[in-house]
């Protein structure tokens, strides 16, 4: 079950820089709403990612295509790695986390937060090539957004 949180629709801010960038009015969003189970689904179990207004991607058409679900795969990797396990809420990580925890709201906006911060960054990121390169091989994973912001 999938709970919807106003605090987890957050957006990014503007971006601009390199060749492989978005013009200064680009605006990414990542919407995060909390997944839920337990006898009373109230526990937060992760979280489903929507981006809107991702920035095209530029490539080759094959390209793109692989970057895209990369870029999708990252972002959900590290929203569920960094909130589930490094927010915490009464000395547990938020993965334990129940909504009956009056702290739930607080937490949750510090995912909102951090992912408005996140949204910001990768917004001017659009080269397919640097999204792929960024795997460095592998299974996309928070690693890569870091990869990417770096590069």
């Not at 629709?9 to 060749?19: L, T, V």
């Not at 960094?82 to 990580?93: C, F, N, Q, T, Y």
């Not at 938020?94 to 951090?114: K, M, T, Y």
């Amino acid at each position: 079950m999938t709970r919807h949180n106003p605090h987890l629709k957050q957006g990014a801010s503007e971006g601009h820089g390199a060749a492989d960038t978005q013009p200064p009015e680009a605006i990414m969003n990542i919407t995060v709403s909390p997944k839920t189970a337990g006898q009373n689904n109230d526990m937060i179990v992760g979280f489903a990612i929507d981006l809107i207004d991702a920035p095209a991607l530029t490539g080759s058409e094959k390209q793109i295509a692989w970057a895209s679900e990369i870029r999708a795969s990252a972002i959900q990797n590290a929203i569920e790695i960094g909130a589930l396990r490094s927010v915490m809420i009464d000395g547990k990580p938020l993965a334990n986390a129940s909504f009956a925890s009056p702290a739930v709201d607080a937490a949750l906006a510090q995912v909102a937060r951090g992912c408005t911060s996140m949204a910001a960054a990768l917004a001017t990121k659009t080269s397919a090539k640097a999204w792929i390169d960024a795997t460095e091989g592998g299974k996309p994973s928070a690693r890569t957004i870091q990869t990417i912001m770096r590069g």
